[in-house]
T-cell receptor, first 116, second 114 residues
Framework: GDSVTQMEGPVTLSEEAFLTINCTYT??????LFWYVQYPGEGLQLLLK?????DKGSNKGFEATYRKETTSFHLEKGSVQVSDSAVYFC???????????????FGQGTILTVHP | EAGVTQSPTHLIKTRGQQVTLRCSPI?????VYWYQQALGLGLQFLLW???????NRGNFPPRFSGRQFPNYSSELNVNALELEDSALYLC?????????????FGPGTRLLVL
């Protein structure tokens, strides 16, 4: 069935370090891919998205590329900040022939802590 | 522009009671989604409403139900509460429910069942 496998955390980095959080998915059809971020005590915020193969989503220095051949959508940032400390969720929105199921399927989340 | 709003922010109920959670979508959005974020279980899709109709439902028992009003706001009802219903309930909205649209999330309602 549909699923997302996300790099297990927690991930602890020093400020200005390079970040990679791996994400692979299993989905029918041609899904849209998303990274959401959740700060403590808050709901989910969209970080970036990609809707077709080889698209690169980017926002706030974060990037991820839609790799259909490897069914992956790895999140990267060249230099993390303390303010990036949060939980990161990889997800996809499946569809059938372009008609959405409405359901986002999420990975289990990766806790990122960045120290000064 | 106001984001997705949810009420109440916190709730404490006892087992067997019923609860109603409310959600107002972003202005102009017709689709509303509900998700449960329970500790250790991650984010699970509950329901999708669009134009007043239920479009899809996740793998939850019938005691989880909801509706969408003509102004596109939505309610989630949970009957016969169980301890494992304790979770953060997140509402999201999107413009028309199309395949490539982003779902924008509210801050959630934290439900504790004692």
């Amino acid at each position: 069935g549909d699923s997302v496998t996300q790099m297990e955390g927690p991930v602890t980095l020093s400020e200005e370090a390079f970040l990679t959080i791996n994400c692979t998915y299993t989905a029918t059809g041609y899904p849209s891919l998303f990274w959401y971020v959740q700060y403590p005590g808050e709901g989910l915020q969209l970080l970036l998205k990609a809707t077709k193969a080889d698209d690169k989503g980017s926002n706030k220095g974060f990037e991820a590329t839609y790799r259909k051949e490897t069914t992956s959508f790895h999140l990267e940032k060249g230099s993390v900040q303390v303010s990036d400390s949060a939980v990161y969720f990889c997800s996809f929105l499946a569809n059938a022939g372009g008609t959405s199921y409405g359901k986002l399927t999420f990975g289990q989340g990766t806790i990122l802590t960045v120290h000064p | 522009e106001a984001g997705v709003t949810q009420s109440p922010t916190h709730l404490i109920k006892t087992r067997g009671q019923q609860v109603t959670l409310r959600c107002s979508p972003i202005s102009g959005h017709t689709s509303v989604y509900w998700y449960q974020q329970a500790l250790g279980l991650g984010l699970q899709f509950l329901l999708w409403y669009d134009e007043g109709e239920e479009r899809n439902r996740g793998n939850f028992p019938p005691r989880f139900s909801g509706r969408q009003f003509p102004n596109y706001s939505s309610e989630l009802n949970v009957n016969a509460l169980e301890l494992e219903d304790s979770a953060l309930y997140l509402c999201a909205s999107s413009f028309q429910g199309l395949a490539q649209e982003t779902q924008y999330f509210g801050p959630g309602t934290r439900l504790l069942v004692l």
